[in-house]
């Protein structure tokens, strides 16, 4: 059979053509009976179409296409846009309107048909119709612009009749005027109006909308005589009706060019108004001349300096086929090359731009008065000057950072980093570090390693669990386009050298010695082990703790597990099932202590801090502060923060023999009078009106459970029960909370008991700041430790200088009033996030501000903030932070933008990659997703190991994996309990044998793991469960994460947990393949995946 096949060139074809590749594989399909026609018939279309220029992975596309058909998903679309087509513009535009669910068709272009062909009578141009068409003034610029339906000579005829036939009466006059624009220009002016020759603007515009929008279009590009406007158009497209008034030289710069600068309307109107519309448009045109020369001329020298100093600016880099060296060459030979054309064609812009501006101010200048023209000129100079250091300033930062960016590519595999004076190690143990170690350590314990790439598995429990708010077609858009960033990710570059890595992995193989942070000032201490111990079972020798021996740690913490429980469901109906279930206790987790090294303090003591997450009173103690919080603060003596603190001092003076003073609560927890703290609480709750909006519990109910919180004072250290005998557990969100109501009540009696009260007490948690009579401070002090046999006191009073510090201030006495500025603790360091560390952008952006925003809050006087700012400018250089973004953070912490609020619909929580994760978080925001970044791995969590390791089964919110001894099928879970307690659940059915047909079929019903092996005779490996994922809080995110896991392994589950797209299943079930396959495509896509 031979079939007739008429083939597009490819060059002329677009994306609304490619369809037509596909019906002519269809008719090959469809019109040869036999198999071996059809296989010769497709082998005729493959070489036309290749002889047409057709690319070969475009045929075989389409033949694919053809051969295995996909039905594509039915999509409701509002409506459809008509526009032309330019490869890369056009398809911009649909991505934009697509995302709107407005479809877009392409026009025909101009084809050599409409060009060359000629064949039927052509119409004469007043026989058009479904137009725009201009009438012309002889007279004056003036034009009137009209549309029509009707062929055009009969609209120009009722034009004609009504300016050729002149009003009899007032009326007549009237109705004329009120009808006809063009007839009112006429009459009112005397001039003659060109109906011989009406130019035809647009044409084939078919519907009305399109031309009466095409009419507006016309009337805002034109000096018209229109009186309506036609429909109302957006202020943008308004614009452009000064710039389309005046025909020019070529020389003369674009449209699009010339809006780039903004008049000074004023000015314009007044030469309007005394020169007429044609010189306000010449004077307009040498503003704008001005403003885009300074343009031109700093994107010469900008390109001048790239060329002086090998730079390629980004948009000029060309990408070399392979990673050869001679490939690198000739890629940087081509684009060093179309940076010196670039130079040529910049420079002969700026010469075409300087010589019509040249021509217009020697017009200008015989036109206008010699006032009139030194106005113009003064304003073109100042509008150049802005202009041109605006253009400057960015683009020397730009420069800069091409710069940067030039210097670490050129220097890969050392990548120097920036200086890190201000970080530092303490090395207390006796293993000395080597080069490598101490430059890793220096960089701080919150470095995080970059990740090498995302993998799909990663972000799809949480935007999933977002996806389920949004119609089911936008989420299926928004899966694709995370699949494809996903699948496009180049391998992360990293961020420590390869010496630093081998020196990470050394540290977390050494046994003997512990990695931590100072108590306080940043720094990393590494100490013995045996040291560390050591001091820490001292602090608990000599405080309130007791060794319990032979202690059962878990069923104590069952026993606290139980009280919670029984105190829960007492109070269930106040609650609400909601808070019921979010509160009661799904884990048994023991506190764990430890311990930071007071480096500042000899003999190094440290500072113990006791971990209560997890904990079976944990999540109640954190509600019930909640209740608690809004009964602190009321008291004048209170300071919310340092900023509170530092604007209370701004409005204080002092006396001569007043002195500054600092009192601190020696161990405030500890000392803290269990008993007392919960009277004076009752007692405020009793007094509190608003109680009852922020809880349904009475006062009773809410002090039980603080009483049930307050219980559990146990904790493990170094394997070893300790209990806490007196004052609030330690390690409990409610004991700060009491801490503070106990505090406020303790100092409002000491202060009404004292006969000579201080001018001044204030009080942050235990610390207080005084001023008061230097003669009374020792009284004060033995009468503040005399109050209460627990609560001791320890004082600190001003320097000689008048100086004293309290919080991050330092408060100076000057002149008889009070000062501050910011404090640095001898021990600070000065350590700032390391730059080149694998955060967010955004991260670094925070650090900055707040140290500005800090220093703004705290120096009293400009000299000091300046002073300061100076200082935080080195740290942060220091750190590595580029000029450009300290300067930035600076500027809108001294000039605040307020950001417009906007209204999420979810939050999804993605690992962050550079680049990647980014890229992902642009998609996401698109459907008002907001994205929040996973904190990565970061030193501390590698080498900082101080609490007891809890054991793997001890793990919550996991995802877990259960192996079968005899196959190769596994068990995928899920549970938000302790991992020990799902797993004796399975034990329990799988090692119960079922006495009757019943149980049996109950077993099945209920286990899947207990059917497979009771049904096979396996025996299942409950010994060594894998946990796959943890950290999983939210129900959802673990039942997506379950079900990512099922896809990926050959589960014996019956359920495959919730129902995931399609797409995600194509890609995880490549994933399993991946894994048993030696393939290195397939191993290639589990990197990625």
């Known amino acids: 059979m031979r079939i007739n096949l008429s083939i597009l060139t490819f060059s002329s074809l677009n994306e609304k053509n490619w369809g037509s590749l596909l019906r002519k594989f269809r008719r090959v399909r469809a019109l040869c009976t036999e198999e071996a ?15 047409s220029g057709y690319p070969a992975s475009l045929i075989r596309r389409q033949l694919r296409r053809v051969l295995i058909p996909v039905e594509k998903p039915n999509r409701e679309w509002i409506g459809t846009a008509v526009i032309p087509y330019k490869p890369g513009t056009s398809e911009a535009i649909r991505r934009i309107l697509n995302m709107a669910n407005i479809r877009v068709a392409f026009q025909r272009g101009n084809t050599l048909r409409s060009a060359l062909v000629q064949l039927k009578d052509r119409l004469p141009a007043n026989r058009t119709r479904d137009c725009v068409y201009k009438i012309k003034c002889n007279d004056c610029t003036k034009v009137y612009i009209g549309q029509t339906a009707r062929e055009l000579y009969i609209r120009v005829g009722e034009h004609s009749r009504k300016i050729n036939r002149p009003p009899r009466n007032a009326d007549e006059y009237q109705a004329l005027l009120k009808d006809s624009a063009i007839a009112e220009h006429a009459l009112d002016t005397g001039h003659k109006i060109d109906l011989e020759n009406v130019e035809v603007l647009r044409r084939g515009l078919r519907s009305t909308s399109h031309r009466l929008i095409a009419e507006a279009v016309e009337i805002a590009k034109h000096p018209s005589v229109n009186r309506m406007k036609g429909v109302e158009l957006a202020s943008l497209l308004c614009q452009k009706r000064n710039v389309a008034q005046i025909k020019t030289t070529d020389c003369l710069p674009s449209s699009s060019e010339m809006m780039t600068s903004q008049s000074v309307p004023n000015f314009f109107q007044l030469i309007e108004n005394n020169y007429g519309p044609c010189v306000r448009k010449l004077s307009s045109d040498y503003v704008r001349l001005a403003r885009l020369e300074a343009n031109w001329e700093n994107h010469r020298i900008f390109n001048k300096r790239c060329l002086k100093h090998n730079i390629i600016p980004t948009s000029l880099l060309v990408k070399p086929p392979d990673t050869s060296l001679v490939s690198a060459r000739i890629a940087f030979s081509a684009a060093k090359s179309f940076l010196k054309q670039r130079i040529y064609l910049t420079t002969r812009r700026l010469s075409d731009i300087r010589h019509h501006s040249c021509r217009l101010n020697q017009d200008l200048q015989t036109v206008l008065s010699p006032a009139d023209f030194q106005l113009l000129q003064t304003k073109a100079t100042e509008v150049k000057a802005i202009q041109g250091q605006h253009c400057k300033e960015r683009q020397i930062r730009k420069f800069e950072m091409l710069l940067s960016k030039t210097r670490i590519s050129r220097e890969p595999m050392t990548r120097p980093e920036p200086p890190t004076s201000y970080c530092s190690v303490v090395n207390l143990s006796n293993r000395p570090l080597s080069e490598e170690e101490r430059t890793l350590l220096e960089k701080g314990l919150n470095f995080a390693v970059s990740k090498r790439v995302i993998r799909a598995e990663e972000i799809i429990p949480s935007v999933e669990s977002v ?152 999540e109640l103690a954190r509600f019930l502060a909640g209740i608690l919080k809004p009964l602190t603060g009321k008291s004048s003596t209170y300071i919310k923060n340092s900023y509170d603190f530092a604007n209370k001092v701004a409005g204080v ?25 919960l009277e004076i609480a009752k007692r405020l709750l009793l007094a509190d009106t608003t109680l009852s909006e922020r809880t349904q519990l009475t006062v009773d109910e809410i002090v039980e459970g603080i009483k049930a919180c307050l219980n559990l004072t146990h904790f493990v250290f170094d394997s070893v029960v300790y209990t806490q005998e007196q004052g609030l557990a330690m390690g409990s969100p409610i004991s700060p909370v009491l801490a503070n109501i106990f ?7 000491a202060l009404a008991g004292f006969p000579h009260p201080p001018k001044i007490f204030w009080r942050y948690v235990d610390d207080t700041f005084v001023v008061m009579k230097r003669d009374k401070v020792n009284e004060f002090y033995n009468y503040l430790n005399e109050l209460s046999p627990q609560i001791k006191f320890s004082m600190e009073i001003e320097s000689t200088s008048g100086k004293l510090a309290f919080l991050d201030c330092m408060t100076h006495k000057v002149g008889g009033r009070l000062k501050t500025t910011v404090y640095e603790k001898p021990t600070d360091t000065g350590a700032v996030l390391n730059y080149s560390s694998a955060h967010p952008k955004s991260v670094f952006a925070s650090i900055a501000s707040s140290m500005f925003r800090r220093v703004r809050a705290l120096c009293t006087e400009e000299a000091d903030r300046t002073a300061a700012q100076i200082e935080v400018k080195n740290k942060l250089r220091g750190s590595g932070y580029p000029a450009s973004l300290i300067r930035r953070q600076l500027r809108r912490v001294l000039i605040p933008v307020e950001k417009p609020n906007r209204e999420w619909i979810g939050t999804a929580v993605i690992p962050y990659k550079p680049g990647t994760s980014e890229a992902i978080r642009r998609i996401l925001n698109m459907a008002n997703i907001r994205v929040a970044f996973q904190r990565g791995n970061t030193l501390r969590s590698a080498l900082v190991q101080l609490k007891d390791r809890l054991p793997a089964n001890r793990t919550r919110d996991c995802v877990y994996k259960i192996k079968c001894n005899d196959c190769i099928k596994v068990y995928i879970g899920q549970t938000a309990r302790e991992l020990y307690i799902r797993v004796g659940e399975h034990s329990r059915k799988i090692n119960r044998p079922p006495r009757n047909a019943d149980e049996y079929q109950a077993l099945l019903k209920d286990s899947a793991i207990a059917e497979h092996a009771l049904d096979t005779g396996h025996k299942i490996d409950l010994e060594n469960v894998e946990v796959l994922r943890r950290g999983l809080r939210s129900t959802s995110h673990r039942l997506i994460a379950e079900a990512v896991e099922i896809a990926k392994h050959p589960s014996v589950n019956r359920m495959k947990g919730v129902e995931l797209a399609s797409v995600w299943r194509t890609v995880l079930a490549f994933v399993s393949k991946a894994k048993r396959c030696p393939n290195k495509n397939y191993r290639l896509f589990t990197k990625l995946f």
Do not use: C
């Open 37 to 51: 026609d059809r296989t010769a018939a497709q082998i005729e279309v493959k070489n036309k179409l290749r002889g």
């Open 467 to 618: 996806f389920q708010k949004l119609p089911s077609m936008e989420a299926e858009r928004l899966r694709v386009q995370l699949i494809t960033v996903l699948k496009s990710q180049q391998p992360g570059a990293p961020n420590i050298t390869s010496a630093e890595r081998r020196a990470l992995n050394t540290l977390k193989r050494v046994d003997n010695i512990v990695i931590t942070k100072a108590d306080k000032g940043k720094a990393t201490v590494v100490m013995n082990k045996s040291d560390y111990l050591q001091k820490v079972k001292q602090h608990l020798a000599e405080g309130p703790y007791r060794e319990i021996n032979n202690a059962n740690i878990t069923s104590i913490m069952n026993k606290s597990k139980a009280e919670v429980g029984r105190y829960l469901r007492s109070v269930i109906n106040h609650l609400g099932q909601g808070n019921w279930y979010r509160l009661y206790p799904k884990s048994a987790i023991q506190p764990r202590l430890y311990g930071l090294p007071k480096i500042h303090k000899p003999e190094v003591p440290v500072r113990p801090i006791v971990d209560g997450i997890g904990s079976p009173p944990h």
């Open 653 to 677: 003076t002092v006396e001569p023999d007043d002195i500054l003073v600092s009192f601190d609560v020696n161990s405030l927890y500890t000392n803290v009078p269990k008993g007392d703290s």
């Open 743 to 749: 505090m406020e009540e303790f100092e409002q009696r």
